[in-house]
């Protein structure tokens, strides 16, 4: 019996001993003698823009509404929102604002005109939601005002007159006729966008002409009481050229150039669902996300050519994940549902840019609610929030705060032809002098333990799920949500065990 009882201990040893060593081990150290310059809190931005329920039912629904609203906002968008501290919103599109004619959208709402929603879906657009809405929406988030001024069809006289329409003060006729409307003090226009999409569906330029124009427009681009923070429209993805050109014929006339990243599983005919994917499309959709790195990097050269000092930034004022829209969505509204998987692109593309500050001084995420990597999700009265709205939750302490370098030693999630590390990091400090780390298992199956030279205490929450496309519905909004985290000390040094597929964010202390 005896012996029966030692063999089986040492089995039980034996598969411990086993366990252990199967435990994919990574380590991450994190260089605090390197701070680099700070991450923007516009690097948290967003985008909303007329195109399906983004807008209206996402986040306007006009005061006579039975959905509880302030003064026509969504009272729990609008309180979501402030959650999180957005802290700039860049309206109105997107290819919308290249057909936008701001004197549309002013003015008493039952005399506005209606016109079509050309580019997304030929709808009714009311012009219900206008300048005023939105700045007073930004106001009441807290978040600063990014305006898409529109270049592809407008004129630089046009732009020159809404931009004096929102901040004149004295007596001019515009500064007047906005007082008339009902808002006495001029708005502050913090960030101003020159076209966009210059290349597509922002007038089809060639960058030598969108180069010349913008610098046209640049020139007009002035405010009363200071000026923007100028973007000029910028290329997509691996457009190297339209940086070159348009950094050469343009860039001494503003204060960043854009760039549109979005992140697709398969191609732009036929992307991917956002639910219900195969397991391959996991990695190809966070190796297409984590592409952005190299490509920041030849931009990035790129701009150093032409600007060594590097005052001008770059704004990736459209990134985030595009599927094909949801069954029995609306055609041409971009709505989609968001799993785990997006949390996970969210994650890697904002440590990319804690990795990029001396360049990416903004990026809004596309977009805030109802369309593609949204945020929010609302159905009638009834909303959810989001696997990517619960990673920018727990990615608050970052914005603002100074990153050190993280050096990962991790082992390659490999399948199929994806091959890709296994771990991310990133590490910053805030503006209290508290260290926070982020650590991302993009693994869907295998659980790690994180050694790091960080010692004390850690102590945050986590992201994960039970299932790669796990995502909250209308019925069961708490599907994907954080739950509390710590690391534990192991030999003096801090050590985090963490899930297969989960994002943990901690505070050091
Ligand atoms: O975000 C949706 C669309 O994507 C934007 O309107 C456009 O700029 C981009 O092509």
Request: glycine share 10%; hydrophobic share 40%; net charge neutral.
């Amino acid at each position: 019996m005896k012996r029966i009882r030692q063999a089986a201990i040492g089995v039980a040893s034996l598969l411990m001993s086993y366990s252990a060593s199967a435990q994919v081990e990574v380590s991450v150290s994190v260089d605090t003698t390197k701070p680099g310059p700070k991450i923007e809190r516009a690097v948290y931005g967003q985008f909303a823009e007329h195109l399906g329920r983004g807008i209206y039912e996402g986040i306007w629904v006009g005061k006579d509404s039975s959905i509880p609203n302030v003064k026509g906002y969504r009272k729990d968008v609008v309180e979501a929102l402030r959650k999180i501290k957005v802290p700039v919103i860049r309206w109105p599109g997107g290819c919308f604002a290249d057909d936008y004619d701001w004197r549309d959208g002013i003015g008493p709402a039952a005399q506005r005109p209606e016109r079509m929603n050309k580019f997304w879906g030929g709808v009714p657009e009311t012009n219900a939601f206008g300048t005023h809405e939105f700045m007073d929406f930004t106001e009441l988030i807290g978040a600063d005002a990014y305006v898409a001024a529109n270049m592809g069809s407008g004129t630089p006289r046009e732009m020159a007159r809404w931009l004096e329409y929102m901040t004149a003060d004295g007596t001019s006729t515009l500064a007047k006729e906005r007082r008339a409307n009902g808002r006495e003090k001029p708005w502050k226009v913090k960030y101003l966008g020159v076209g966009n999409e210059s290349w597509g569906c922002g007038g089809e330029m060639r960058p030598e002409f969108a180069g010349d124009l913008s610098r046209q427009f640049g020139s007009y681009a002035r405010l009363h009481g200071g000026s923007a923070f100028r973007v000029a429209s910028g290329g997509s993805a691996d457009d190297f050229n339209w940086t070159d050109v348009m950094m050469e014929r343009a860039g001494k006339y503003f204060d960043a150039i854009s760039l549109h990243y979005y992140t697709i599983p398969l191609d732009w005919g036929t992307k991917g669902q956002a639910t219900g994917f195969p397991k391959e499309e996991w990695g190809i959709t966070l190796r297409n996300a984590q592409a952005l790195d190299g490509m920041l990097v030849r931009h990035e050269a790129i701009m150093d050519k032409h600007d060594p000092e590097k005052r001008v930034a770059l704004s990736v004022d459209e990134w985030g994940t595009w599927y094909d829209q949801e069954p029995g969505s609306t055609p041409g509204f971009l709505y989609q549902q968001n799993s785990l998987r997006d949390a996970m692109v969210a994650a890697l593309t904002l440590n990319i840019f804690h990795r990029h500050t001396e360049r990416v001084k903004m990026a809004n995420i596309a977009q805030m609610v109802n369309v593609l990597q949204a945020m929010i999700l609302t159905d009638k009265e009834r909303m959810l929030l989001t696997p990517t709205y619960h990673l920018f939750d727990l990615y608050v302490p970052f914005q603002g705060a100074i990153p050190f370098p993280a050096k990962v030693n991790s082992p390659r999630y490999i399948e199929g032809d994806v091959d890709i590390p296994m771990v991310d990091a990133s590490a910053a400090k805030d503006a209290n002098g508290k260290m926070w780390l982020s650590l991302v298992n993009l693994d869907p199956n295998k659980a790690v333990r994180i050694t790091t030279d960080f010692t004390g205490k850690a102590k945050g929450r986590m992201l994960t799920a039970a299932k790669i496309d796990s995502h909250n519905t209308f019925d069961k909004p708490d599907t994907v949500k954080p739950v509390a985290y710590s690391g534990r000390t192991v030999g003096g040094k801090l050590v985090f065990d963490l899930p297969a597929k989960a994002i943990a964010v901690v505070e050091i202390n």
